[in-house]
């Protein structure tokens, strides 16, 4: 059996019980029997592959690895600059176009010793959600091919989820990170905004955009965000900080006051029963572990949502609009139907919504003076079938995720069960700006007393 996990994976090396190119050759073997279904992968660089695992292998022999991610088979969200191989957002606007160099993120990865297995279906530019009239088909969901997988970072959810790869790199501009997690019954971490660089990461809306790991556990999101959080002299939005407290992760939740808000998924955008009865036997499971639970209050949940649909919308067209105007028909239909709505949105309107995230924000940043960690659901309802995805949801219904993205706070969605047509159900814990290491905290004491995060769509069972 191959190790599930990328901290599994780091210990059998160690152990000599496996090899960097054995695992890379059970990662590869497993995409070209299982990607045909999937479509997670836009490309598989197989020889790069090999040759990275090769020298990784060289490296442990020696008794020299780069460390604990040094071997790891990985890959990347097709918006994340790899230098030397094809970087498309998955549409035909920006076919052939090959960086010169690896983003950030990327850079990092690499630095690391991970093995680099390609390139991951996104939506296209990470706006929108199953597009059919894109240059590759939308990824879909390893525990119901018929299902959604969350978007955008839909090919990394499915991936991860069905063993193609340990971690893969998402983005997250209104919960893209987190829904394809939440879906695919994985964990993936929004990490404090400006805490990993996104130079060479093309934008959808820079003042909301975020790149994070996804990866099977909160143990794993933590070795990975451990290496790609830093400085990044090319986004002006840099934090210059590295991810502190990561070595705590074990230090349990006795103490810890969590707040839920529970109007956001009981009366702002009410979950399934599924979802409901599963957050609670979360929360539950906190209170076993020592933390004090009660509810606590925002402003409704689609104030959140429409602050942050406006400034995401009038943000992409403001990237798009040279482009919309000279090859309109490039892009796919859902992308241009959604992205150039935002040419009515004018400049009183961003403001108003810029300067009405600084209430939010004021009322989050009130809500942690007395508690130190935020939990809600992260989608309202399991998985949907992928032709029901309304070719307008960013806009219909508020979504959970974006309070998050409005303040910036780190998020992490972790799954907590089993719902409608056995598709899984997920919770995010969420905590203040660079709080980091204590969301996935939370998250790592959860899965340490359950068992949620070891089961594997029969697809592909490890």
């Not at 349990?252 to 839920?260: C, P, S, T, Y």
Request: glycine share 10%.
């Amino acid at each position: 059996m191959m190790p599930a996990t990328i901290a599994e994976a780091g210990a059998a090396f160690r152990a000599k019980r496996l090899s960097p190119v054995e695992l890379t050759r059970a990662c590869l073997d497993r995409i070209a029997r299982l990607n045909g279904q999937l479509h997670a992968f836009v490309k598989v660089t197989e020889e790069r592959a090999l040759a990275g695992a090769r020298a990784s292998e060289a490296r442990h022999a020696a008794g020299a690895p780069l460390g604990p991610l040094d071997g790891i088979p990985f890959a990347h969200k097709d918006i994340v600059a790899t230098a030397g191989i094809e970087t498309t957002c998955c549409s035909r606007i920006r076919t052939g176009h090959v960086p010169a160099a690896d983003g950030a993120a990327a850079s990092r990865l690499a630095a690391a010793g991970t093995v680099l297995l390609g390139k991951l279906t996104t939506h296209e530019f990470a706006l929108g959600g199953p597009s059919f009239d894109l240059p590759t088909p939308p990824a879909r969901n390893p525990w119901d091919p018929a299902r959604f997988t969350g978007g955008s970072s839909s090919g990394s959810g499915a991936a991860v989820a069905a063993g193609l790869v340990l971690g893969a790199t998402g983005t997250d501009t209104m919960g893209s990170i987190r829904s394809p997690a939440h879906f695919c019954g994985i964990t993936g971490i929004k990490p404090s905004y400006g805490l990993v660089g996104r130079s060479g990461v093309f934008p959808l809306a820079q003042s909301l955009d975020h790149v994070g790991p996804m990866a099977r556990t909160a143990e794993d999101c933590a070795l990975l965000l451990q290496v790609m959080a830093g400085a990044d002299a090319e986004d002006p939005a840099s934090a210059g900080r590295a991810a502190a407290g990561l070595d705590t992760l074990g230090a349990g939740l006795k103490g810890l006051r969590i707040g839920v808000i529970r109007h956001f998924h009981e009366a702002d955008n009410r979950a399934s029963p599924a979802m409901l009865a599963n957050l609670d036997a979360a929360l539950g499971v906190f209170r076993d572990l020592g933390a004090t639970v009660a509810d606590v209050a925002l402003p409704p949940l689609a104030e959140w949502h429409a602050v942050a649909a406006t400034i995401m919308i009038a943000e992409a067209h403001a990237i798009h609009a040279p482009w919309l105007r000279e090859r309109f028909f490039d892009y796919g239909s859902l992308f241009r139907e959604r992205v150039v709505l935002g040419a009515a949105i004018g400049s009183e309107d961003y403001l108003r919504a810029q300067r009405h995230r600084r209430v939010l924000c004021a009322a989050m940043a009130r809500a942690f003076a007395s508690h130190d960690l935020l939990v809600t659901v992260g989608q309202p309802g399991e998985a949907p079938r992928i032709e029901d995805v309304s070719r307008y949801g960013v806009f219909e219904l508020g979504s959970l995720a974006a309070p998050f993205n409005v303040t910036g706070g780190p998020s992490v969605s972790v799954c907590t069960g089993f719902g409608s047509g056995d598709m899984p159900t997920g919770m995010q814990i969420a905590g203040p700006a660079f709080a980091d290491a204590l969301v996935l905290r939370a998250a790592h004491a959860y899965q340490q007393e359950t068992e949620w995060h070891r089961r594997r769509p029969a697809m592909a069972p490890d």
